[in-house]
């Protein structure tokens, strides 16, 4: 990069600084802040607190202040982000995942034996959800969460003292205790939705589709969503209806119900054999496009949390979509989704793939930007750490978004 290219990124990085920003009381904070986010984007693999002070010439001391103890508000700068991304993305949906970061020690905020993505297996790590605006194109992050396992809540701890001790040690908000990844991921849509933006779809993976209660927040919220779910998620067919027994004339009349027994979307699938595949072609990935085989149903998920949800009345029809490769016995993969009926087969399945920007995002943020160098111990600093991370990462989704941007930044 030329002296002149990188005054002129270093102006724009400066510019998207001013705006994410710019909610800091005092001038000396937007500095900081903007150092740091430099720091992220600034050579060398290391981007914990000390190796990034050196690079960047600046006191440890002073950004190690700035990002635990400086009075600021995280939740303000992913606000800023979201409003400064949504028109420069033009998001086709919100994706909700999270990432874990493995650790040896027990004193960071929220570390315990718990399923690490990273790593593929149970070991000790810490959980983030995060929210991510998503295109084919592009996509970047602009929500957190922090998932608190239930031995760090005092209400649900095996020693609830051992809790205690440990929240004030990583200055854990009292406010905050332990909530299902699935009402944190429901937590981030409706603090965007408060921030005035409105979801155009949500994706999620089987973790969070899985789960009855996160389909039934998004349903009461209007929201249209397509999730993954397990192979023995229970259904109805579209065509199921509710009868009731002949009545005598005696005694309370019979309650209309559904007769037919759930079965899994397996079953459901397999029943309608190989011959209701159809090729579908989403994208065109780096070795060429991309293609398999669908199944595309209309059934009425018929779960017990969401039959009670629905006490006598008619179950909503929704698609299920399933993946079933030529060479498979049986299909990988399931989704379902609210989507209208009309919808064509290519978008449903182009929309269900598009969680793969959000392993993009994972990659350049743990590979290039640090993400998982925070080696502090607090509540606030971790997810001040995530945040600058993010505006690191908007920055240079915005250089790639800019036709002249160098490719190298």
Request: proline share 9%; glycine share 8%; hydrophobic share 40%.
């Amino acid at each position: 990069m030329t002296p002149q290219e990188l005054t002129e990124a270093q102006q724009r990085l400066e510019s998207l600084a001013a705006e994410v920003f710019g909610s800091f009381g005092r001038v000396d904070q937007r500095r900081w802040g903007e150092r740091y986010v430099r720091g992220l984007l600034g050579a060398g693999r290391r981007k914990s607190m000390e190796p990034m002070a050196a690079r960047l010439g600046v006191d440890r001391q002073g950004l190690q202040q700035f990002l635990a103890d400086s009075p600021w508000s995280h939740q303000m700068v992913l606000a800023e982000l979201a409003w400064r991304m949504e028109p420069a993305i033009h998001p086709a949906a919100w994706v909700i995942d999270d990432v874990s970061f493995p650790k040896d020690g027990h004193a960071s905020p929220g570390v315990a034996a718990q399923y690490c993505g990273a790593l593929g297996k149970t070991a000790n790590c810490q959980v983030a959800p995060s929210l991510h605006l998503v295109t084919d194109a592009a996509s970047c992050p602009v929500n957190w969460r922090l998932f608190l396992p239930a031995e760090w809540d005092p209400a649900t701890a095996d020693e609830p003292e051992s809790a205690v001790l440990r929240r004030r040690r990583a200055r854990v908000p009292d406010e905050v205790g332990h909530v299902p990844k699935w009402q944190l991921a429901v937590d981030m849509v409706d603090e965007l939705r408060c921030w005035g933006l409105d979801p155009p779809l949500v994706v999620a993976d089987e973790g969070y589709g899985q789960d009855g209660a996160f389909r039934l927040a998004l349903e009461e919220r209007e929201i249209a969503y397509v999730v993954g779910v397990q192979s023995d998620t229970a259904v109805l067919p579209q065509t199921a209806a509710r009868t009731a027994p002949p009545w005598s004339g005696t005694g309370r009349p019979p309650v209309p119900c559904y007769r037919d027994k759930p079965v899994s979307v397996r079953e459901i699938v397999l029943a309608a054999g190989r011959g209701a595949r159809h090729r579908v072609t989403w994208r065109r990935g780096s070795k060429g496009p991309l293609r398999s085989y669908f199944v595309a149903l209309r059934v009425r998920p018929a779960g017990a949390r969401v039959r009670r949800a629905h006490p006598g009345e008619d179950l909503p029809v929704c698609w299920l979509l399933a993946e079933w490769p030529a060479k498979e016995p049986e299909p990988t993969k399931y989704w379902l989704s609210t989507l209208p009926a009309h919808v064509p087969l290519r978008r449903l399945v182009r929309l269900a793939k598009i969680r793969w920007r959000v392993e993009h995002d994972y990659r350049e943020l743990k590979t290039a930007l640090g993400l998982g160098h925070f080696e502090g111990r607090t509540y606030q600093g971790f997810l001040r750490h995530l945040t600058l991370a993010s505006v690191a990462q908007a920055f240079c989704t915005l250089e790639r978004l800019c036709p002249p941007a160098p490719a190298t930044v």
